[in-house]
Structures are given as structure tokens and as C-alpha cells.
């Protein structure tokens, strides 16, 4: 098992960049998960952002993020990162880590197994 403490959140002006963080704890911390990010906008269903395969390996990232967000791991912290550039309104989201015990990431957030508690990023206009 594995538990995820995200930091990082908070409000931005469009066209800002915002740096999550997410330090995992357990027997394996991220070397033993896929890890990723999922956002959910008031009213809309959980939309998958980015993820990686275990121990940085090939990383994945839904259309409306490519070439703006980057998705990084720091084993030695135990931690993973989205860096979130060019940020728009529509990426306001509440935005979650979460943990898929597999080698291999998904694009499909219900595939994930562990969450973190989420935090609110605001991009204003």
C-alpha cells in the first residue's frame, strides 16, 4: 500500500506556470507504482492529465495538456511533480495524484488504485 501527500496548489493568472508535487510513503514508495494525475472541473467526471511508467520510464499525457505539462519522479525523494506551464481557465481543476499497482501507466483514471487527497489549482483570466 501507499499513501500520497500532495502540495503545491493554489490560484494562477492565465498564461502562469505552477509546479504539484506528490510524496509517496510506504514499504516501496513510487518504485513499486505507475504514477499519475487526474483533474476533476466542477460539474465535469475526473479527466486523465498525465502519467509515467514506474521509474520514469515512458510518460503519457491527455491532448489538452501535451507540450504544456511535464510529468517528472524523483526516486531518491520519493516524490513525483507536474509541472504545469502556459496554464488557462480550463485547466482549473481540482488536481489528484494517484498510484496504479503496475509497471505500467494508463490514460484511464479508473485504473488507479491509490489517490492522493487533491488540491485546488485556479487559473484566472
Known amino acids: 500500500q501507499v499513501q500520497l501527500v500532495e502540495a503545491g496548489g493554489g490560484l494562477v493568472q492565465a498564461g502562469g506556470s505552477l509546479t504539484r508535487s506528490c510524496a509517496a510513503s510506504?514499504?516501496?514508495?513510487?518504485?513499486?507504482?505507475?504514477m499519475g494525475w487526474v483533474r476533476q472541473a466542477p460539474g465535469k467526471e475526473r479527466e486523465f492529465v498525465a502519467a509515467?511508467?514506474?521509474?520514469?520510464?515512458?510518460?503519457y499525457y491527455a491532448d489538452s495538456v501535451k507540450g504544456r505539462f511535464t510529468i517528472s519522479s524523483d526516486s531518491a525523494k520519493n516524490t513525483v511533480y507536474l509541472q504545469m506551464k502556459s496554464l488557462k481557465p480550463e485547466d482549473t481543476a481540482v488536481y489528484y495524484c494517484?498510484?496504479?499497482?503496475?509497471?505500467?501507466?494508463?490514460?484511464?483514471?479508473?485504473?488507479?488504485?491509490?489517490w492522493g487527497q487533491g488540491t485546488q489549482v485556479t487559473v484566472s483570466s
Open positions: 509515467g511508467n514506474q521509474s520514469g520510464g515512458t510518460t
Open positions: 494517484a498510484a496504479r499497482s503496475s509497471r505500467i501507466a494508463t490514460m484511464t483514471s479508473t485504473t488507479y488504485d491509490y
Open positions: 510506504g514499504r516501496t514508495g513510487i518504485s513499486g507504482y505507475a
